[in-house]
């Protein structure tokens, strides 16, 4: 006859059983999706903003390899200065001999699964070299998930005390959404993601937004929420941003990367302000046609080798053809800076 004491012991001998399983299959799966999940970067790349608006900014002084997010990319050194850049450490006052340019915008800007040196900001530097006798130097203004409100916020806070001469602020569809929100690191569900690569490629299946989330939540495909206007939040911003460059002294040069309809419509707006729009289409990208006058960069055979495969962020030849298009179309609209005869150009 069984006694009470044997069926407790029975009770508990299958509870740990069960228990030894799930951590051990628990255990195997993590140890699995380590080798086929990016390792989590959140925390190394961001830091708590304190302003509302920005939620999170680059944390300063970060050294971090970066494999991507949603999609696991050959690591990238990603290296944080201590003014919150991906970016070497700044002289500031800007010296005279220097013509400074800064580089806005989100991760297409920041160089997203490429090298520092091998973004469109730092590859412009190389193409323009001096200028009127002074030497170019480019600053990487760029944040991943940043929207344009957020990324002239960012301007405000970083960039008016650098002495730019030249904003050049690069626009792609992910524009259009409402500012990305992080969750707090301190909850449960942040921590998770950030040490257990099995909860984030479960997280990262259930939230196609990726860490960050966005005010309504989901993937909205650009609305700003039930009676937002991306649109004219977009103009929002960059009559901000012209209203600065006229306060500062800053010539603006705003890129449209992939133009489409809705893109031209924006941009013929943006226009109306007194800032000139390029488009960086496919058909520029690949060296088939130059930015209006001008020639057109090296020709690329082949669409896809413009981006990294699976993610959809340039590429080291695709941001090395957009530096080429902006730079030509700096030296057309914004001549009197970057005058064509007698520049001596850097390495190409």
Request: net charge negative; aromatic share 8%.
């Amino acid at each position: 006859m069984v006694t009470r004491v044997q069926r407790r012991t029975s009770i508990w001998r299958a509870a740990l059983l069960v228990l030894g399983s799930l951590v051990v299959t628990f255990t195997v799966l993590e140890i699995a999706f380590r080798f086929v999940v990016p390792r989590a970067s959140e925390t190394d790349m961001y830091v708590r903003s304190d302003d509302e608006l920005l939620n999170v900014e680059l944390r300063p002084g970060a050294d971090f390899e970066f494999e991507g997010v949603a999609v696991t990319l050959p690591a990238t050194r990603v290296i944080i200065s201590s003014r919150g850049l991906r970016e070497r450490e700044l002289v500031v006052p800007k010296p005279s001999d220097v013509l400074r340019i800064g580089c806005l915008g989100d991760s297409f800007t920041f160089g997203w699964g490429v090298e520092v040196d091998e973004a469109w900001c730092r590859q412009l530097e190389g193409r323009l070299g001096r200028v009127g006798g002074r030497r170019v130097e480019t600053v990487n203004l760029g944040v991943p998930g940043y929207n344009p409100s957020q990324q002239i916020r960012f301007l405000q806070k970083k960039g008016l005390d650098l002495g730019l001469d030249v904003v050049v602020t690069f626009f792609d569809a992910t524009d259009y959404d409402p500012p990305i929100r992080h969750p707090d690191p301190s909850d449960l569900g942040p921590w998770l993601v950030d040490h257990s690569a099995l909860f984030r490629w479960i997280f990262l299946r259930t939230n196609r937004q990726g860490i960050g989330d966005e005010d309504g939540g989901g993937d909205n495909e650009g609305e700003s929420g039930p009676e937002g206007d991306p649109e004219s939040d977009v103009v929002a911003a960059y009559t901000l941003l012209a209203e600065l460059g006229q306060r500062h002294g800053f010539d603006v040069l705003t890129t449209m990367f992939m133009p489409e309809e809705r893109d031209r419509r924006v941009g013929a707006r943006i226009e109306a302000l007194g800032l000139p729009v390029v488009g960086l289409s496919t058909g520029v990208l690949l060296g088939q046609r130059g930015v209006h006058d001008a020639p057109p960069c090296d020709a690329v055979a082949d669409e896809q080798a413009l981006f990294i495969p699976v993610d959809g962020h340039l590429s080291v030849l695709g941001n090395r053809q957009a530096a080429c298009v902006i730079e030509s179309a700096l030296r057309q609209i914004h001549h009197p800076r970057f005058p064509s005869e007698g520049a001596t150009a850097g390495p190409r």
